[in-house]
């Protein structure tokens, strides 16, 4: 009965000094935690420092997104013995020089993505990638600061497709007029001088013409969350039918070290590009709106 009564006291003594040290380790994580959070606060602040100084801001992220798929005699389906892939990528860029008199803004987003089926009974089907997605754009921005907030500037402005027709059609915005910063990350510029110079091969529907464009652009990280929203219209004065706008964003999300998740999507809306795939005269265009979206593994650089 005594050896029982000692057992009992060792094994309660066990668990209590168990349940003091489990207590103990708690309260030091709890200390680490704090004294890491509170460092991590400081590095913040510095970072913002950094960030306000003169001088080049450089960086990019973007996303991949991809699958493959092989079927042998499955029968259940309409074509039995397949093979197939998607696979597509997005990148943003930017390289800005932010001075105390002027700023020069130069960004980039490509949005490509290819596609194939290749029916293994069917010797006549076409079985590499072919493209779908395609979407090129650059632009460079200059400024000559009037205020913290306003500025003269001058935009040059390109897009076009890469993988089919590059440059056909292909459009250059070149004008001049004012940008607003109304908040940090966020730019709005607004040229009613402007010349949307459009390139396209052949006798097309496509037109130039002077009008007035609008772009406002916010890219930011917040922690492990980078985005780019990018909304651009030209307004043109010979023809409501000249007109056009675009609008693309981009989200990243980083899961480990450099690698997350990442969206992409965009809609547009341009009645000459209507117009040349349907094959009709200009005003007789069903200009549907137009879209795309990317999910896949996301890389910030």
């Known amino acids: 009965m005594k050896k029982i009564v000692l057992l009992a006291v060792f094994f309660c003594g066990i668990a209590f000094t168990q349940a003091q040290t489990k207590e103990e380790l708690k309260a030091q994580k709890a200390e680490k935690q704090a004294e890491a959070d509170a460092a991590q606060g400081e590095a913040n602040a510095i970072q913002a420092q950094i960030d306000a100084l003169p001088g080049w801001r450089v960086g990019a992220f973007g996303t991949i997104g991809g699958s493959l798929s092989n079927f042998k005699n499955w029968y259940s389906q309409g074509t039995p013995n397949n093979s197939s892939g998607n696979i597509g990528f997005t990148v943003n860029g930017y390289a800005n020089l932010i001075e105390d008199t002027f700023f020069w803004r130069n960004s980039l987003s490509t949005n490509l993505n290819w596609v194939k089926l290749d029916d293994k009974d069917n010797s006549l089907d076409d079985d590499s990638f072919n493209p779908t997605t395609d979407v090129f754009n650059l632009s460079s921005l200059y400024g000559r600061k009037l205020s913290e907030k ?14 089919n027709n590059f440059n056909d059609p292909g459009y ?22 402007n010349y949307n110079f459009v390139f396209s091969s052949g006798d097309t529907v496509f037109d130039s013409s002077m009008g007035a464009k609008i772009v406002a652009d916010y890219t930011r990280q917040i922690g492990a969350i980078n985005f780019k929203t990018n909304f651009s219209t030209f307004q043109s004065y010979k023809s409501g039918d000249l007109s056009n706008w675009t609008w693309t964003n981009s989200f990243g999300y980083t899961l480990w070290k450099m690698i997350g998740v990442g969206f992409d999507f965009g809609l547009r809306s341009n009645q000459q590009e209507a117009a040349n795939f349907q094959g009709v005269a200009l005003e007789d265009a069903d200009n549907d709106l137009q879209s795309y979206y990317t999910f896949g593994l996301n890389y910030k650089f």
């Open 150 to 163: 306003f500025a003269i500037s001058g935009l040059a402005d390109y897009r076009t497709t890469l993988l």
């Open 172 to 193: 250059l915005d070149l004008g001049v007029g004012g940008t607003w910063t109304p908040v940090e990350n966020l730019i709005v510029v607004i040229h009613p001088l």
